[in-house]
């Protein structure tokens, strides 16, 4: 309806300037000759509704590419903030017959608000052959830099992902892991194999910009790329990189089991040292295939690789070891092995995606409970409860917050489980006492705060980290 008054609008006022009701310091033409000439007229004017009136036109009103060629051609001629609004205009209309005069802007202009427009608007409406360009303005300053990340990743065309490949390979040293960066914002999977190379690249700031890339692109083919790149890697950061992504790929990626298959032939096929270094990924995976060879080193008589199989089973990503965690930690007789298996349990039992129901988590966390030595690791559980949302956790965890040992991790956990208004409300009565006891309770500020609001059913945002 708005756009319909304004454009309406527009055609009055159209009218007015065809009339000579309005004269445009800017341009010199001839406001009867045809509706561009009229555009542009109003886009000339000092006023600024009537301005806004000629920019809607080029926006939705004006039809063609030689409408886009003459309107494109006046850029040039306009102060700069006028520049940057023109630009925008032609950017929103879509029309790839603009770039050249948008191109000329970019390359002429001192302004560096003016420049930073032309490139974003190259990212709307280019094909492709701008790639060059915009990687040089990439190598800029803000907000030039900014705008030409943001073309180059908006930027169509059926090779531009080659291109910003082969700049990922080749380019300016320091931008290379910027293109890759960019590849993954475009969802370039395509460059996936490019990345798989650039893993090993001889520049650090690579290949750990490739191994996040390949945890969001990867594929099966990839993963024997990423396990030579997790064997050849030298820093903890990298290791921790290679292990994410080999980890994502074999279980989020479009064939996950296959995925898994041929991570498990290539850890079959490694020698004893590169077992070990692919041990703690073997865990994140999980699986029943991963469980028989870790639970063939948590039996063997070799100290070593049971010790190896344990910190593989400590690291599973569901709780589908759950059982055979609490069967080890009732068998071992090594307090450091029961730490690290208590430790898991503490972990995984309330995780949002552990096959477990509510009711099932809640019952393993208490069974986990029975199995702390310390008070450190009842602190960890209680404070970990505030995961499951249901009021039986609620319920579970209000009692420490009388007990000063764990009435810090209580209170907190009580708080976290207050934030989410659907539970709070429905049992109203049960959170507001919760709530009063724990504000009497806490030492903690923004505990407080938080229970000061839930209890007026107000909601509270995580302050960010400066």
Same mark, same amino acid.
């Given at each position: 309806?708005?756009?319909?008054?304004?454009?309406?609008?527009?055609?009055? %006022?159209?009218?007015?300037?065809?009339?000579?009701?309005?004269?445009?310091?800017?341009?010199?033409?001839?406001?009867?000759?045809?509706?561009?000439? *009229?555009?542009?007229?109003?886009?000339?004017?000092?006023?600024?509704?009537?301005?806004?009136?000629?920019?809607?036109?080029?926006?939705?009103?004006?039809?063609?590419? &030689?409408?886009?060629?003459?309107?494109? /051609?006046?850029?040039?001629?306009?102060?700069?903030?006028?520049?940057?609004?023109?630009?925008?205009?032609?950017?929103?209309?879509?029309?790839?017959?603009?770039?050249?005069?948008?191109?000329?802007?970019?390359?002429?202009?001192?302004?560096?608000?003016?420049?930073?427009?032309?490139?974003?608007?190259? #990212?709307?409406?280019?094909?492709?052959?701008?790639?060059?360009?915009?990687?040089?303005?990439?190598?800029?300053?803000?907000?030039?830099?900014?705008?030409?990340?943001?073309?180059?990743?908006?930027?169509?065309? /059926?090779?531009?992902?080659?291109?910003?490949?082969?700049? /990922?390979?080749?380019?300016?040293?320091?931008?290379?892991?910027?293109?890759?960066?960019?590849?993954?914002?475009?969802?370039?999977?395509?460059?996936?194999?490019?990345? @798989?190379?650039?893993?090993?690249?001889?520049?650090?700031?690579?290949?750990?910009?490739?191994?996040?890339?390949?945890?969001?692109?990867? #594929? *099966?083919?990839?993963?024997?790329?990423?396990?030579?790149?997790?064997?050849?890697?030298?820093?903890?950061?990298?290791?921790?990189?290679?292990?994410?992504?080999?980890?994502?790929?074999?279980?989020?990626?479009?064939?996950? #089991?296959?995925?898994?298959?041929?991570?498990?032939?290539?850890?079959?096929?490694?020698?004893?040292?590169?077992?070990?270094?692919?041990?703690?990924?073997?865990?994140?995976?999980?699986?029943?295939?991963?469980?028989?060879?870790?639970?063939?080193?948590?039996?063997?008589?070799?100290?070593?690789?049971?010790?190896?199989?344990?910190?593989?089973?400590?690291?599973?990503?569901?709780?589908?070891?759950?059982?055979?965690?609490? @069967?080890?930690?009732?068998?071992? &007789?090594?307090?450091?092995?029961?730490? &690290?298996?208590?430790?898991?349990?503490?972990?995984?039992?309330?995780?949002?995606?552990?096959?477990?129901?509510?009711?099932?988590?809640?019952?393993?966390?208490? &069974?986990?409970?029975?199995?702390?030595?310390?008070?450190?690791?009842?602190?960890?559980?209680?404070?970990? @409860?505030?995961?499951?949302?249901?009021?039986?956790?609620?319920?579970?965890?209000?009692?420490?917050?009388?007990?000063?040992?764990?009435?810090?991790?209580? %209170?907190?956990?009580?708080?976290?489980?207050?934030?989410?208004?659907?539970?709070?409300?429905?049992?109203?009565?049960?959170?507001?006492?919760?709530?009063?006891?724990?504000? /009497?309770?806490?030492?903690?500020?923004?505990?407080?705060?938080?229970?000061?609001?839930?209890?007026?059913?107000?909601?509270?945002?995580?302050?960010?980290?400066?």
């Amino acid at each position: 309806m708005i756009r319909l008054f304004v454009r309406s609008f527009a055609s009055l %006022c159209a009218a007015a300037v065809l009339a000579g009701g309005c004269a445009s310091p800017c341009f010199a033409v001839d406001p009867a000759a045809d509706p561009v000439a *009229t555009v542009i007229t109003l886009l000339g004017s000092d006023d600024a509704d009537l301005r806004a009136i000629g920019l809607d036109r080029v926006r939705n009103g004006l039809e063609g590419p &030689q409408a886009t060629t003459a309107i494109a /051609a006046i850029v040039s001629k306009a102060a700069p903030t006028r520049q940057i609004e023109l630009v925008r205009a032609l950017a929103d209309r879509g029309d790839g017959a603009a770039v050249p005069a948008v191109l000329a802007l970019l390359l002429a202009s001192p302004e560096a608000e003016v420049r930073a427009a032309a490139i974003l608007a190259l #990212g709307q409406l280019g094909s492709g052959t701008e790639v060059a360009v915009l990687t040089k303005s990439l190598a800029a300053q803000d907000p030039e830099r900014a705008a030409a990340r943001r073309a180059l990743e908006r930027l169509k065309g /059926a090779d531009v992902g080659k291109q910003v490949a082969e700049a /990922a390979r080749h380019g300016e040293p320091a931008l290379r892991p910027t293109f890759i960066d960019i590849l993954v914002a475009r969802r370039e999977r395509s460059a996936a194999a490019d990345l @798989v190379s650039l893993a090993t690249d001889g520049d650090e700031r690579v290949r750990l910009a490739a191994l996040v890339a390949l945890a969001k692109l990867g #594929g *099966t083919d990839h993963v024997g790329g990423l396990v030579d790149a997790l064997l050849k890697t030298s820093s903890a950061g990298e290791r921790a990189e290679a292990e994410r992504a080999i980890v994502a790929v074999c279980t989020q990626s479009r064939d996950p #089991g296959r995925a898994t298959e041929i991570f498990m032939e290539r850890f079959k096929a490694a020698s004893e040292g590169e077992r070990e270094a692919l041990l703690p990924t073997l865990g994140r995976i999980g699986g029943p295939a991963a469980l028989a060879v870790v639970d063939g080193l948590i039996a063997d008589p070799d100290a070593a690789k049971r010790r190896f199989g344990l910190k593989a089973i400590t690291r599973w990503p569901d709780a589908t070891v759950a059982k055979r965690l609490v @069967v080890l930690v009732g068998e071992t &007789q090594d307090p450091a092995e029961r730490a &690290q298996l208590v430790g898991a349990l503490i972990r995984i039992a309330p995780l949002p995606d552990n096959k477990l129901d509510d009711r099932q988590k809640l019952e393993l966390v208490k &069974q986990t409970m029975a199995l702390c030595a310390t008070d450190e690791e009842r602190a960890r559980l209680i404070e970990r @409860v505030n995961a499951i949302r249901t009021v039986d956790a609620f319920r579970f965890v209000l009692p420490f917050v009388d007990n000063a040992t764990f009435a810090e991790p209580a %209170c907190k956990s009580v708080v976290e489980l207050a934030h989410h208004q659907k539970l709070r409300d429905a049992h109203k009565d049960e959170f507001v006492k919760a709530l009063d006891k724990v504000i /009497a309770t806490t030492k903690n500020p923004e505990l407080v705060e938080r229970a000061e609001r839930y209890k007026q059913g107000k909601t509270w945002e995580r302050k960010k980290s400066s």
